[in-house]
């Protein structure tokens, strides 16, 4: 009788696959080398409920998903400023597009999404002014993609 025992080497995922957000950096409009944080942020996609993570908070940063299913993705942001007793709800809409390109990791890690040619435009509702408009690639999100002066 022979016995064979055959092992198969553990293959597990040791690289961070994630599929990268859109990181938003906050500045002030008139000191822009200033960060400055939101009044009561609140984010949501068109057509979706408000993102939880993001109700009524104020940060200078943000990192929001693309849909990786699309050549477009369309965020409402709203701030929120009091005068005295009365709510100011100010919301811009923020247009990201982009060509989505699949990037195989490893057999373990499957597959995480690029987005390649990316084009920013808003209404400029209360968002004064933004650097880039476009960017060639969205790769990671170790850094800001874009400021949004405000």
């Keep these: 009788m022979a016995i064979f025992n055959r092992c198969e080497k553990d293959d597990f995922c040791t690289k961070d696959p994630v599929t990268p957000k859109l990181v938003l950096r906050f500045y002030d409009a008139n000191e822009p ?19 939880p993570a993001y109700r009524s908070v104020s940060l200078d940063s943000i990192a929001i998903p693309l849909n990786t299913t699309t050549l477009e993705t369309v965020y409402h942001l709203k701030i929120n400023d009091f005068d005295g007793s009365i709510a100011n709800n100010q919301i811009a809409t923020l247009t990201i597009q982009y060509t989505p390109e699949e990037e195989f990791v490893s057999r373990s890690c499957g597959f995480r999404v690029l987005f390649n040619d990316v084009r920013f435009s808003t209404d400029t509702n209360w968002i004064q002014d933004f650097t880039p408009a476009t960017l060639s690639t969205i790769d990671n999100q170790n850094t800001a993609h874009v400021q949004i002066f405000h």
Excluded: C, M, P, V
């Excluded at 009044?39 to 993102?51: C, F, H, N, Q, V």
């Design 33 to 51: 080398g200033q960060l400055k944080r939101t009044e009561r942020l609140s984010i949501w996609a068109a057509g979706k409920d408000t993102i």
